[in-house]
């Protein structure tokens, strides 16, 4: 431990946990549950019923599939609850509003330490294949990322599908370096298995990762194997395949007893959500591979985009950056992901978490190659964004929009806006002050109804209140028959998006 803690670089990545542990922690639980989060806690619940239950095949809930979630959340629903018997207190359920804010705040906690162990994995990989000083930076980025933060903070599958594939690209980068070396290195092949499977086991999406993984063993073979490639190639396949199947099955119980059923539901539902709804043109194409670089655009903080395209200018034009292999193949992992979800018909801003990773990775890269002066200039100017973002978003991060590109209010005319629970908590515990009251939501009402203790109105005429949030498709509150405005949700430095109208009956 002494000889650990004698490395400065060491003390650097510890003090950049803490810093990713205090942004995700700080005020969790009763920030926000994003939209589908209780549909999961639903699935959950249905998953840990049918492991008790013995009918296996319930163990599929959704095409996603989910399965790492619900197995997280079923873990502490059981320690929960076994604990609440062995001290005699009466179990925690959803429906009670005082009861949900302690489930998900300790759900929510075991997730981000799951998280937090992912991450300090790659911190860990990211030293070993670009050195200390990389690694440093690459653990100061992630933990200060305001959108990373925000989505790190939801009950949902997407910030650990992300965080799983990328963990298993840099793994089996590090299985590329060990055998360029001459060492053993199917340990960290088998590695990069168990990451893709408990990424597919996420979400379905997680499989992409296959391509960039398997680019680099295909170049890793051709690179440095002269004999017998072709009989080295399908061994290496092979291990890498088993174990992504092995963790996929050994974790899936619904594959235990029917496993046609299953990958045939998750086929088919996948193949339907990404049907095409519209017909090819040029310009819809054009548009399409427009969403996600706006979105980063919005999402990512100025200063890394600034560093983006000015390492890749430097990289490319002036060759002041030392593109290695690994960079290479980042770029493939990128790419990859891009253009798949380009092509897609189901675009959703935080898909964009799947870019990020890779993109923090060069810029890390990038900047550690610079002064010390002028690294130290752009350390400064991550920390004074973060500032801003946490006095602006605490504790709603995921509603954070770069403020250089003009914030939501921009993004709202610009059709990018997509309001997926933020504020909906806030709102709730501001009308608990009142009792029995009925208010009308027409949309994420699930945001609002397990935080309140009051009633769903069907309709704005029975309503006491009406709580009207603005997003893509709604740039303007409607008043819904109420007025005026009692009380609004925001940033604080930008207008609200989310309103409370009292209503005349």
Request: glycine fraction near 4%; include cysteine; charged fraction near 15%.
């Amino acid at each position: 431990m002494k000889k650990v803690l004698r490395d400065r670089s060491n003390l650097a990545i510890i003090a950049s946990t803490a810093v990713y542990l205090a942004s995700r922690l700080i005020g969790l639980g009763t920030d926000i549950l994003n939209s589908d989060g209780a549909r999961w806690y639903r699935r959950s619940s249905n998953f840990l019923s049918a492991l008790y239950n013995g009918n296996l095949i319930e163990t599929y809930q959704h095409y996603q599939p989910g399965v790492t979630l619900m197995w997280i959340r079923s873990f502490v629903e059981d320690a929960v609850w076994r604990l609440q018997d062995l001290f005699g207190r009466s179990h925690w359920y959803m429906e009670n509003y005082i009861y949900f804010s302690h489930i998900h705040t300790i759900t929510k906690v075991f997730l981000t330490l799951i998280l937090c162990i992912l991450f300090i994995y790659q911190v860990i990989l990211v030293k070993r294949l670009f050195g200390s000083k990389t690694a440093v930076i690459y653990s100061f980025l992630i933990a200060v990322e305001p959108y990373v933060i925000g989505i790190d903070r939801w009950f949902h599958l997407t910030s650990l599908e992300s965080y799983l594939s990328f963990s298993a690209f840099l793994s089996i980068l590090y299985w590329s370096r060990l055998r360029k070396e001459g060492k053993k290195s199917t340990k960290a092949l088998i590695i990069s298995g168990i990451f893709i499977g408990l990424s597919v086991l996420s979400k379905v999406t997680g499989i992409v990762t296959v391509v960039p993984i398997f680019a680099v063993i295909v170049h890793t073979h051709f690179s440095n194997i002269k004999n017998k490639l072709l009989k080295s190639l399908l061994a290496d396949s092979g291990v890498f395949a088993l174990s992504v199947l092995v963790a996929v099955f050994a974790l899936f119980p619904a594959l235990w007893q029917n496993s046609a059923f299953v990958i045939g539901r998750i086929v088919t539902a996948v193949t339907r959500a990404s049907d095409l709804e519209r017909s090819f043109s040029f310009a819809n194409l054009f548009q399409d591979f427009l969403y996600y670089p706006r979105i980063l655009l919005f999402k990512v903080s100025p200063v890394i985009i600034l560093l983006l395209i000015t390492g890749l200018f430097y990289g490319v034009k002036k060759k002041k950056v030392s593109i290695s292999s690994e960079l290479l193949h980042n770029l493939i992992y990128f790419s990859v992901f891009y253009l798949l979800l380009s092509v897609s018909s189901k675009k959703i801003d935080r898909y964009c978490l799947e870019f990020i990773f890779p993109v923090l990775l060069f810029v890390s890269v990038f900047i550690s190659g610079l002064k010390k002066r002028l690294l130290a200039y752009i350390l400064v100017a991550v920390t004074f964004v973060y500032t801003y973002m946490w006095m602006n978003n605490y504790p709603v991060f995921s509603g954070f929009y770069s403020p250089v590109f003009g914030g939501q209010e921009k993004a709202i005319k610009m059709g990018l806006y997509d309001n997926s629970g933020e504020y909906f908590a806030q709102a709730a515990f501001y009308l608990n002050r009142y009792e029995k009251v009925k208010v009308f939501i027409p949309d994420n009402f699930e945001s609002f109804k397990f935080f309140s203790r009051n009633e769903m109105a069907m309709n704005p005429m029975e309503a006491d209140y009406a709580l009207i949030s603005l997003d893509t498709e709604r740039q303007v509150a409607p008043t819904y028959f109420c007025g005026p405005v009692e009380k609004a949700f925001g940033p604080r430095f930008e207008d609200p998006v989310v309103f409370i109208y009292r209503c005349s009956k």
